[in-house]
């Protein structure tokens, strides 16, 4: 299963809104609402951001959204934060007992 | 509080083999399935293997396909990831991770352990 893809990074002020894509196929992402997004800061493991492409969990700021549009999901992150400069990957469902990761995006808060 | 702590990890030569361990705690570990992600140095995440809440159901990346081997206690709410014919590729943290709804393979991952460094290099 190839990976996920995702731009290498993305950039945004303060207050501003950046959207992170991550492209699969008809048979990942396109096929499942089981795709998820975690954030991971240098030297620390993930953390879940978004769950089947929409949902946020308990605590995660409202201003992260998700959502999907045929092959590709995408992030949003409104009114960014210094505290948002991260790295983020997104996560997908394959089918069978396969689960799929994107190449991750760093984003990086001017 | 949800906690997993992973254990194990080391520097081993090409070829020879070592044990991952993933504690939980704070949850009913019999009732989830759990995930292994790995993180080449300087590189993204990568899916290695999971194994549902019973067993029944266990995956694994095409990369470590028939040299890692995921079994779970849940007498002793832990499992193990045994790693064989270990590579320098293999090299990375691993990471175990615990999914977010019961009684199910895969949803997605919500809890995630700190992490445990295998260097395979001679």
């Known amino acids: 299963q190839a990976a996920l893809t995702q731009p290498a990074s993305v950039s945004g002020s303060p207050g501003q809104s950046i959207t992170i894509s991550c492209t699969g196929t008809?048979?990942?992402?396109?096929?499942?609402?089981?795709v998820s997004w975690y954030q991971q800061h240098p030297g620390r493991a993930p953390k879940l951001m978004i769950y089947?492409?929409?949902k946020r969990p308990s605590g995660v700021s409202n201003r992260f959204s998700g959502s999907k549009s045929g092959n590709t999901a995408s992030l949003t992150i409104s009114g960014l934060q210094a505290e948002d400069e991260s790295h983020y990957y997104c996560?997908?469902?394959?089918?069978?007992?396969?689960?799929?990761f994107g190449g991750g995006t760093k984003l990086t808060v001017l | 509080e949800v906690q997993l702590v992973v254990s194990g990890g080391g520097l081993v030569q090409p070829g020879r083999s070592l044990r991952l361990s993933c504690a939980a705690s704070g949850f009913t570990f019999e009732d989830y399935g759990i995930h292994w992600v790995r993180q080449a140095p300087g590189q993204g995440l990568e899916w290695v293997s999971g194994i549902s809440w019973n067993s029944g159901t266990i995956g694994y990346a095409d990369s470590v396909k028939g040299r890692f081997t995921l079994s779970r206690d849940n007498t002793n709410d832990s499992l193990s990831l045994h790693m064989n014919s270990l590579r320098p590729d293999d090299t990375a943290v691993y990471y175990c991770?615990?999914?977010?709804?019961?009684?199910?393979?895969?949803?997605?991952?919500?809890?995630w352990g700190e992490g445990t460094t295998v260097t395979v290099s001679s």
């Open positions: 008809r048979s990942d992402v396109g096929l499942y609402s089981l």
């Open positions: 089947e492409v929409t």
């Open positions: 996560s997908s469902y394959a089918g069978g007992t396969t689960v799929i």
């Open positions: 991770a615990k999914v977010g709804v019961r009684r199910l393979y895969y949803y997605y991952m919500d809890v």
